[in-house]
């Protein structure tokens, strides 16, 4: 089995990022992803080469993209393909020759992905940004962080790739379907800040049924709940607890002693949201992470250990189902989702070609 995309051929112009990462995700199950890369001149910033696991599964050739040559070479190597995707700001790939009006002239079936940050209009599509900028104007960054305090961003999770690199794979993916029954191809303009706003679809549903705050930390779901957040441990390692539904709530109670304790039954009052959760810090602080491991694993109260990157592939659940592999020393996450019929072969850092 070669994967569940086997036959689709992709161009991925390098770049750093939400770009790679859609192009892993198609090369991850099966597509042939040809990564265009420009001449090395000493180290790319976020590019690893071989050890850079965003660009596992590629084919790779180099082409100096001022060359008219390689501009000829790139437009037949377009004929054949299925999509491309490329991150430049707008009007770059016009410039080299190499823009939509171009390629879908010489092949109409072509999906022609384009991912930036801010998308390729309005007033902000020429300027530089970062995935803290893109999720800062969705609105999603305002949500995350405790009451009282800054802004707290998920490292660059939200825009580069989960509003980014995979909304682009979907985003391909799509049109190539479309494609494939229409005959015809087109742009899939991917912006992270049209990404950052789709992901924050529920919590714009709680707003707008007023069932949401428009601050932070004061909410059911970004730790204003004292039953659904993380709390340090007495060796200043960290639980987290997400007992939201009455049943897993009272195992909470159960496990942690509190079960006829008359202030822990209005669970959804917010008014006793802070009070009760101190008094859940006081008592998770008098035992380590794992001693309240082995009194919550294998419970309903929805409950998981806050694993370090290192330790995660290590986990009993995760070594069972293969979450993480390694390959060439590196330990990466595995290919998702996972395709029962067509499962995606091993990742390889070296490359297919």
Same mark, same amino acid.
């Given at each position: 089995?070669?994967?569940?995309?086997?036959?689709?051929?992709?161009?991925?112009?390098?770049?750093?990022? %939400? !770009?790679?990462?859609?192009?892993?995700?198609?090369?991850?199950?099966?597509?042939?992803?040809?990564?265009?890369?420009?001449?090395? @001149? =000493?180290?790319?910033?976020?590019?690893? *080469?071989?050890?850079?696991?965003?660009?596992?599964?590629?084919?790779? +050739?180099?082409?100096?993209? @001022?060359?008219?040559? #390689?501009?000829?070479?790139?437009?037949?190597?377009?004929?054949?393909?299925? #999509?491309?995707?490329? !991150?430049?700001?707008?009007?770059?790939?016009?410039?080299?020759?190499?823009?939509?009006?171009?390629?879908?002239?010489?092949?109409?079936?072509?999906?022609?992905?384009?991912?930036?940050?801010?998308?390729?209009? =309005?007033?902000?599509?020429?300027?530089?940004?970062?995935?803290?900028?893109?999720?800062?104007?969705?609105?999603?960054?305002?949500?995350?962080?405790?009451?009282?305090?800054?802004?707290? &961003?998920?490292?660059?999770?939200?825009?580069? $790739?989960?509003? *980014?690199?995979?909304?682009?794979?979907?985003?391909?993916?799509? #049109?190539?379907?479309?494609?494939?029954?229409?005959? @015809?191809?087109?742009?899939?303009?991917?912006?992270?800040?049209?990404?950052?706003?789709?992901?924050?679809?529920?919590?714009?549903? &709680?707003?707008?049924?007023?069932? /949401?705050?428009?601050?932070?930390?004061?909410?059911?779901?970004? *730790?204003?709940?004292?039953?659904?957040?993380?709390?340090?441990?007495?060796?200043? @390692? /960290?639980?987290?607890?997400?007992? +939201?539904? %009455?049943? $897993?709530?009272?195992?909470?109670?159960?496990?942690?002693?509190?079960?006829?304790?008359?202030? &822990?039954?209005?669970?959804?009052? %917010?008014?006793? /949201?802070?009070?009760?959760?101190?008094?859940?810090?006081?008592?998770?602080?008098?035992?380590?992470?794992?001693?309240?491991?082995?009194?919550?694993?294998?419970?309903?109260?929805?409950?998981?250990?806050?694993?370090?990157?290192?330790?995660?592939?290590?986990?009993?659940?995760?070594?069972?189902?293969?979450? &993480?592999?390694?390959?060439? !020393?590196?330990?990466? %996450?595995?290919?998702?989702?996972?395709?029962?019929?067509?499962? #995606?072969?091993?990742?390889?850092?070296?490359?297919?070609?």
């Amino acid at each position: 089995m070669a994967g569940a995309l086997e036959g689709l051929t992709v161009l991925e112009f390098a770049g750093i990022g %939400p !770009g790679p990462f859609a192009c892993m995700m198609l090369a991850d199950h099966g597509a042939r992803v040809i990564r265009i890369d420009r001449p090395a @001149k =000493g180290d790319r910033v976020g590019d690893s *080469g071989n050890r850079d696991i965003l660009n596992r599964n590629r084919e790779r +050739i180099e082409l100096d993209l @001022k060359d008219p040559v #390689a501009i000829a070479r790139i437009r037949e190597m377009a004929k054949d393909a299925d #999509a491309i995707v490329e !991150g430049y700001r707008p009007g770059v790939m016009e410039r080299l020759g190499l823009g939509p009006d171009v390629l879908l002239t010489d092949n109409p079936r072509l999906v022609y992905g384009r991912m930036t940050g801010w998308g390729q209009d =309005g007033p902000m599509a020429p300027l530089a940004g970062h995935d803290i900028n893109y999720i800062a104007l969705a609105g999603a960054l305002h949500s995350f962080g405790q009451a009282g305090g800054k802004p707290q &961003f998920p490292v660059n999770l939200v825009g580069d $790739f989960g509003g *980014g690199g995979m909304l682009m794979a979907f985003g391909v993916m799509a #049109a190539v379907f479309s494609a494939q029954r229409t005959g @015809k191809g087109q742009v899939v303009d991917c912006a992270m800040v049209d990404g950052a706003a789709i992901l924050s679809a529920m919590t714009y549903t &709680f707003l707008g049924l007023g069932r /949401w705050k428009d601050e932070r930390g004061v909410n059911l779901l970004d *730790g204003g709940a004292h039953f659904y957040d993380t709390y340090e441990t007495s060796d200043g @390692k /960290w639980i987290s607890i997400g007992s +939201i539904e %009455p049943q $897993f709530y009272a195992l909470l109670l159960e496990k942690t002693g509190l079960k006829d304790d008359p202030a &822990f039954a209005p669970q959804m009052d %917010p008014r006793v /949201w802070p009070d009760l959760k101190a008094r859940l810090a006081a008592l998770f602080l008098t035992k380590t992470r794992d001693e309240w491991w082995a009194i919550m694993d294998g419970t309903d109260i929805c409950f998981a250990p806050v694993l370090s990157l290192r330790e995660a592939p290590k986990h009993p659940h995760n070594t069972a189902r293969e979450t &993480f592999v390694e390959d060439e !020393g590196m330990v990466m %996450p595995a290919p998702a989702p996972r395709f029962l019929g067509t499962p #995606a072969p091993k990742p390889s850092l070296a490359g297919r070609g």
